[in-house]
């Protein structure tokens, strides 16, 4: 991994990507010491959102089981929503 700042990040651009796309490198660009982005390859990102897609379908999975064992314990669309946006709020 190779950890840049922003300014190193703005005049080496073409040279990171470079090593993002062709030497399969991540980037980590840091802001005041504290990193703040992340660059990766493409497959890199591909694989994440494949990772993503299979969590998120396990857990659907989990939860139609769920209801089907109890129905009880099934919600509305609006309190699922609601349960949603309470886990992305930031502490």
Excluded: C, N
């Excluded at 939860?63 to 609006?78: F, I, N, Q, R, V």
């Amino acid at each position: 991994m190779i950890t840049v700042t922003v300014s190193e990040a703005r005049e080496k651009l073409s040279d990171l990507l470079g090593k993002v796309q062709h030497g399969h490198e991540d980037v980590t660009i840091e802001k005041h010491g504290k990193p703040v982005a992340v660059m990766i390859s493409v497959e890199a990102m591909a694989y994440f959102e494949r990772l993503e897609d299979a969590e998120l379908a396990k857990l659907g999975a989990e939860a139609y089981a769920e209801y089907l064992a109890d129905p009880s314990k099934g919600m509305t669309h609006e309190a699922l929503w609601a349960e949603i946006e309470a886990d992305q709020k930031p502490e």
